[in-house]
């Protein structure tokens, strides 16, 4: 981890309005002693600030970020950047060790500035314990949401043992199991520091946290994503037994979050990061009107249900606009996403949408079990709830019809699982879900394959940083074998 956790001397700005700009420190020279050794509230304040600024590069680079790369697994969005035609080619035929090594990086980049911040925050002379409380319930939160990003991608493990010296010995890559639980301790244990945080942060979040930029608000985002994990937890694959006790566990934390069905919610509202065209600051990347690398898969628009009047799900239709492919491209791809429509764009931490959806997945509880060759679905939870969420979502968000409830007791416990799926699919559209979904539910060759020879890939090797120079190598650098 020599090369990937190094902290670059000019880190780039957070704009926090049209003229409020926030410099991040130089945490690799003589700034980083200060900052441990005579820590103040206004470094601290901006290194904690700095953390959303290296959390959302984990999506600055559009060919290997983080929701291109499960968009494109999970078919739903195609990368062929003409430049590069081997990136159609990682995902969809032989899968390079080292690929998406750019997410890896970024994550620890984040990650190690984290360790940083939480040692100096112990030091500060001049801040409150309520202030030092609203630091370390951030930044863990962050964390959290960082380890995710990283095991979702490379399944198979990462490292939980940050090292403040990027020239440190090469620290021990820990299985699924053990990077889960440290995500666990790290949300419960800022959900501790948030509620003795006091009324306010003492540094700012930026706009991307509108209306949860209090501790007593953001514990409502660490709460949902609280719940996120459980519900993963309920099914994590890799061999570990399914644990459905995880339901009730994700049901408390978003009992604790922002999740709403009312007739005034919001399904956008949440936490993002966020990017502009201002000077000093980052735009979308996601952001191709052309487009120019990034597509449509055409299953976005043929497997959109149709409405009463029989024109498709809105989901389809707001977030894929048809266009007339160039000559070049292999693939069969006639849509553009306009999931990001706008260079300044946010992308989602997490919103009410997927906790509306997540509440559903965990009142259904369903087991997953077989493989991916021959999966078997049990669910034994309150499928009456679960019903309620997933057709305020379909109405809302969608547009369409309600499932009755003769239908839904007519379902078998896959199909209502599979009716589940598709209303996650369509809501959160190339926002960083379906591939994981269909994952844990042993369901990854229900996806399209575009060409004869392509291949459904359940997770990305270690980068090759990682791998290469390690006497052994961990079992997560074995290339994945294609299903």
């Not at 930044?139 to 010296?165: P, R, S, W, Y």
Request: proline share 7%.
């Amino acid at each position: 981890m020599r090369g990937f956790i190094r902290i670059s001397v000019a880190l780039p700005l957070l704009v926090l309005g049209a003229a409020c700009e926030l410099d991040v420190p130089d945490y690799n020279g003589l700034s980083l002693g200060d900052l441990i050794n005579n820590p103040s509230k206004a470094t601290i304040g901006s290194a904690a600030t700095g953390i959303i600024v290296l959390s959302r590069s984990e999506n600055r680079s559009t060919q290997v970020g983080y929701i291109e790369t499960i968009g494109s697994m999970g078919r739903e969005s195609h990368t062929l950047d003409i430049s590069n035609p081997g990136t159609s080619n990682d995902r969809f035929r032989v899968i390079v060790t080292g690929r998406p090594g750019t997410v890896w990086s970024q994550a620890y980049r984040s990650m190690r500035q984290q360790k940083i911040v939480l040692q100096a925050v112990d030091a500060a002379t001049d801040m409150t314990p309520a202030e030092k409380e609203g630091v370390r319930g951030f930044v863990k939160t962050m964390q959290a949401h960082d380890f995710l990003c990283v095991i979702n991608l490379f399944e198979l493990g990462a490292i939980i043992d940050i090292k403040e010296d990027p020239n440190s010995d090469y620290p021990a890559i820990a299985g699924k199991a053990a990077v889960f639980a440290r995500i666990v301790q790290l949300l419960d244990e800022a959900k501790v520091h948030l509620r003795a945080a006091g009324p306010g942060f003492s540094f700012p979040l930026g706009p991307g946290f509108t209306g949860f930029a209090t501790p007593a608000t953001f514990l409502r985002v660490n709460r949902g994503l609280r719940a996120r994990v459980a519900v993963y937890l309920a099914n994590m694959g890799q061999g570990i037994a399914a644990d459905p006790t995880q339901y009730t566990t994700a049901l408390t934390a978003l009992s604790e979050s922002f999740v709403d069905t009312t007739a005034s919610a919001s399904l956008t509202a949440g936490a993002y990061f966020p990017f502009s065209t201002n000077s000093g600051d980052v735009s979308n990347v996601y952001y191709d009107p052309v487009p120019r690398i990034i597509y449509s898969h055409p299953s976005d628009v043929t497997d959109a249900q149709p409405r009463l009047d029989a024109s498709p799900d809105l989901r389809s239709t707001s977030k894929v606009a048809p266009f007339t492919p160039r000559l070049q491209i292999t693939y069969p791809v006639d849509g553009r996403l306009k999931v990001y429509d706008s260079p300044s764009a946010s992308i989602p931490i997490v919103r009410n949408e997927e906790l509306v959806l997540l509440r559903a997945e965990a009142n259904l509880g369903c087991v997953a079990g077989g493989t991916n060759a021959a999966p078997t679905t049990t669910c034994g939870g309150n499928a009456g709830n679960a019903l309620s969420d997933v057709n305020y979502i379909r109405r809302v968000s969608g547009g369409l019809a309600p499932i009755t409830v003769g239908a839904w007791t007519a379902m078998t416990d896959r199909r209502r699982l599979d009716a589940l799926l598709y209303e996650k699919r369509f809501s959160l559209l190339f926002e960083g879900h379906r591939w994981l979904d269909l994952r844990r539910y042993n369901l990854l060759l229900t996806l399209p394959r575009s060409l004869p020879l392509d291949k459904i890939f359940p997770w990305f090797p270690l980068p090759d940083d990682e791998c290469v120079p390690r006497n052994r190598a961990p079992a997560g650098c074995t290339p994945a074998t294609g299903l």
